[in-house]
Structure formats: C-alpha cells, structure tokens
C-alpha cells in the first residue's frame, strides 16, 4: 500500500495531493469569479491564515483551497522538487 502524499499549503495546513484536479494563480479574472461563485456556494477553504492569496487549489470534489503560498511552490512540493517550467519560459537543465 502507498503512503498518501500530503501537500503543505502553509502555516500547518496541509491538503491530501491526490485529490488536487488543478493549482491557479488567483490573478485571472475567471480564477477570481469561481472563487466568488463557490464562496457563496460556502465551497471555499480559507487557509492563508490572513495572508494574501497566492494560490488557488482546485479540487475533485469542487472545493476551492485558498493558499498564501505560490503556486510554484505547492506545485514543486507536489513534484518532489522539481520546478515545472511554463512552456513559454526557456528551457533548463536542473
């Protein structure tokens, strides 16, 4: 049996990895409207602790996880480390 993998989305909140669908910058217009949506649908989880939003996690059972870590981060965490680039970026050997 595999050990589940948990991702730190900061300050000691932790979420279940294999059930993320997606991790969105909150900066997109759209982003901001699902978020506005499912807040009033009470399917948003706060865990900034106060902090500004860095990231959005989408879950599969259509929660919205609110992160002050970035989005790159929580998606290396996930990656053991490795950064996935942005196809537009250059790319680089690590």
């Known amino acids: 049996m595999q050990k589940p993998l948990i991702l730190n989305v900061g300050y ?3 979420v279940m990895a294999d059930r993320i669908v997606a991790i969105a910058s909150p900066d997109s217009a759209p982003i901001k409207r699902i978020i506005s949506n499912l807040r009033e649908q009470d399917k948003v989880i706060d865990a900034t602790c106060g902090r500004k939003t860095r990231a959005v996690i989408i879950t599969d059972a ?3 996880i609110l ?3 970035n989005s ?3 998606a290396a965490r ?3 480390g490795k950064i996935v680039k942005d196809q537009d970026s ?3 050997d690590f």
């Open 12 to 14: 000691g909140n932790y």
């Open 78 to 80: 996930i990656n053991d």
């Open 72 to 74: 790159e981060t929580a």
């Open 90 to 92: 250059e790319k680089e």
């Open 67 to 69: 992160s002050a870590v």
């Open 62 to 64: 259509g929660y919205l």
